[in-house]
């Protein structure tokens, strides 16, 4: 029989009379012929609970008590849907992590997936049951303790499930019917995408766009499950069939720009006048690297003079003290006349594959943006996306300019 996953977002779950429409959703698969794995997320708002509660605990918690604390949110529904389930008609158990077992890293708190032993999964579907497992967790094999899988981690608790199984497909239930093309509330003439070549949206995931965590876009593509993104609000007997992300080729018409993702997550910083000697960049970067702060776009302006020059980068607004900190620290390696930062600034960024074969994308861009008056204080650009740094008062202002700009507006 074919294998579906069907996973299941925290607003989705958020109540038992949710738990229940879920439970038709996944009646109906089963219906349709399927052997059916339902990943859940915690009821929505738990994992933040649980998070405050651990903090509240010490400031200094553990960060393996930490998920042994966090992890519970899924247990609790995936038990809750096997129960509905079973009320229904329907053979049905739940499996924690550690159940089947999924082995990760031993990194607490944000663990990688190693492996997944489907055996246990497979005599269940052979007795007929539907299988609800509790997503976000997993167990390091070697110390038997709990893991999570990092904050939104549940989606890819589903994609890598779906890889283990042999899933025809990997059905993401959301509380919104699909990915578009921007955020809809900042640009209501955002439209629905059909289809988003797995590439496009690992960079719209990792550029802001917050419907899927990227882990688990990255494990989409790498083993090429066709995964989608759909409502779980719609009934669940005339459910759309949402957005799939699939592999390029099975999209036929393919736009230059797919779509536009911005985020507020960026800080930027500034060393004015850093003396320009070799080993100058890895003397400011190296200690960066090694605090593990995500450096990603990099300006460095060559020396009218010979002898100094200036160095612009943006690192996540989370990190912004602590790298500036760490800057301040190195004044022995670095030299620079002072060290300046903003984080009132905002990324916006243009995605597209078909902006592999066509030239002068990006110049529009700038051309557009300039008409309205935004600066733009840094850019930077790659095979299928470019991305530009502003001030974060004119976010809405650019990303509409963009989305009109390459015929993403709606009719
Ligand atoms: N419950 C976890 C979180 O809120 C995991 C998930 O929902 O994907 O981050
Ligand atoms: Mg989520």
């Not at 499996?95 to 999964?121: F, K, V």
């Not at 759309?240 to 536009?260: A, K, M, N, S, Y």
């Not at 301040?328 to 902006?355: F, L, N, P, Y």
Request: contains cysteine; aromatic residues 6%; proline residues 2%.
């Amino acid at each position: 029989m074919p294998r579906l996953v069907m996973k299941f977002g925290g607003t989705s779950v958020a109540t038992v009379d949710r738990i229940r429409n879920v439970a038709r959703h996944v009646a109906r698969e089963v219906r349709a012929g399927y052997e059916v794995a339902v990943v859940v997320s915690a009821m929505s708002g738990k994992t933040n609970e649980l998070v405050a509660w651990c903090k509240d605990a010490s400031a200094l918690y553990a960060q393996s008590e930490y998920d042994a604390v966090v992890a519970s949110g899924e247990q609790v529904t995936s038990g809750l849907l096997a129960i509905v389930l079973n009320e229904m008609g329907l053979k049905a158990r739940s499996w924690q992590g550690w159940q089947i077992p999924i082995e990760t890293s031993d990194q607490h708190g944000s663990a990688r997936i190693q492996n997944i032993d489907g055996a246990r999964l497979d005599a269940g579907f052979q007795r007929g049951e539907v299988a609800v497992i509790a997503g976000f967790q997993g167990i390091h094999a070697e110390t038997g303790r709990l893991t999570t899988l990092g904050r939104g981690g549940s989606d890819t608790s589903a994609v890598a499930i779906a890889a283990a199984i042999g899933a025809e497909r990997c059905d993401i239930y959301t509380d919104v019917d699909g990915v578009y093309t921007t955020d809809p509330r900042v640009v209501p003439k955002a439209r629905r995408l059909e289809r988003v070549a797995f590439e496009e949206m690992l960079e719209m995931a990792s550029l802001g766009a917050k419907v899927l965590q990227v882990r688990s876009v990255e494990l989409a593509m790498v083993h090429r499950v066709p995964t989608t993104v759909r409502s779980s609000f719609d009934d669940p007997d005339d459910a759309r069939p949402g957005t799939l992300i699939c592999d390029e080729d099975d999209i036929v018409e393919q736009q230059i720009i797919t779509g536009i993702a911005f985020s507020k997550d960026e800080a930027q910083i500034t060393l004015r006048r850093v003396k320009d000697k070799p080993g100058i960049a890895a003397a400011i970067f190296g200690p960066l690297a090694d605090a593990n702060i995500n450096v990603d776009m990099i300006i460095q302006v060559v020396s009218g003079d010979g002898a100094a020059t200036d160095m612009t980068f943006t690192v996540p607004a989370a990190d912004y003290e602590r790298a500036r900190a760490i800057l301040e620290a190195q004044s022995g390696t670095v030299e620079c006349e002072r060290i300046e930062g903003a984080t009132d600034v905002v990324k916006v960024s243009a995605i597209g594959i078909g902006m592999r074969s066509h030239a002068g994308v990006a110049a529009k861009a700038f051309r557009a943006l300039a008409e309205k008056g935004i600066n733009i204080r840094a850019i930077t650009t790659s095979e299928i996306k470019f991305s530009v740094l502003i001030d974060a008062a004119y976010t809405e202002l650019a990303v509409r300019t963009l989305h009109a700009l390459y015929g993403l507006d709606k009719a």
